[in-house]
């Protein structure tokens, strides 16, 4: 029984604490608003919409993978790409200002709703604090106790006896 304690708190325990993290940052990250199109170098509109999850890398709970169109403003052509997270169903047929990092990076919107990135990194940080202290309670209720080092006392000197 001890031993199945102990896998359950060096894998399964360390497991959930990240996927419950995942899902308090991307709550808030997915926050998203239309941003300037006007100003915007790409241009996405969301075509359809697939549902995954429940359990998934992003945390626990359900989110989108939609297929977008993205117009480059400059030249006007037309490409497709996949977007997870930010965009949902309700979204299909508007369009919101984007950008990529480099080619082949998934699209990120230009503008996210105000605070809520840092109200995510905030409460993902307060999280992560806090799981590291439930881990240590965990571990110590686990684990058996280490010998403790008696330290050892110096030796008085005595005289030889005559």
Same mark, same amino acid.
């Given at each position: 029984?001890?031993? $199945? @304690?102990?896998?359950?708190?060096?894998?399964?325990?360390?497991?959930? +604490?990240y *996927?419950?993290?995942?899902? #308090?940052?991307n709550?808030?990250?997915?926050?998203?608003?239309?941003?300037?199109?006007a100003?915007?170098?790409?241009?996405?509109?969301?075509?359809?919409?697939?549902?995954?999850?429940?359990?998934?890398?992003?945390?626990?709970?359900?989110?989108?993978e939609?297929?977008?169109?993205?117009? $480059? @403003?400059?030249?006007?052509?037309?490409?497709?790409?996949?977007?997870? +997270?930010? *965009?949902?169903p309700?979204? #299909?047929?508007?369009?919101?200002?984007?950008?990529?990092v480099?080619?082949?990076r998934?699209?990120?919107?230009?503008?996210?709703?105000?605070?809520?990135?840092?109200?995510?990194?905030?409460?993902?940080?307060?999280?992560?604090?806090?799981?590291?202290?439930?881990?240590?309670?965990?571990?110590?209720?686990?684990?058996?106790?280490?010998?403790r080092?008696?330290?050892?006392?110096?030796?008085?000197?005595?005289?030889?006896?005559?």
């Amino acid at each position: 029984m001890n031993a $199945v @304690r102990r896998v359950l708190v060096a894998l399964i325990v360390p497991l959930l +604490g990240y *996927l419950l993290g995942a899902t #308090i940052f991307n709550h808030f990250w997915n926050q998203v608003e239309p941003g300037d199109l006007a100003k915007a170098d790409l241009v996405a509109t969301a075509k359809s919409c697939e549902r995954r999850g429940p359990v998934a890398l992003r945390g626990f709970g359900f989110y989108y993978e939609c297929r977008a169109e993205v117009r $480059v @403003r400059t030249s006007g052509e037309t490409y497709t790409s996949t977007v997870t +997270g930010w *965009l949902t169903p309700e979204d #299909i047929g508007e369009q919101y200002a984007v950008h990529t990092v480099r080619h082949g990076r998934p699209l990120q919107p230009d503008v996210r709703s105000q605070g809520q990135a840092f109200l995510g990194w905030l409460c993902t940080f307060a999280f992560a604090i806090a799981f590291l202290f439930l881990n240590v309670w965990i571990a110590r209720h686990v684990w058996p106790d280490a010998p403790r080092r008696k330290r050892r006392m110096p030796i008085r000197y005595e005289p030889p006896q005559p």
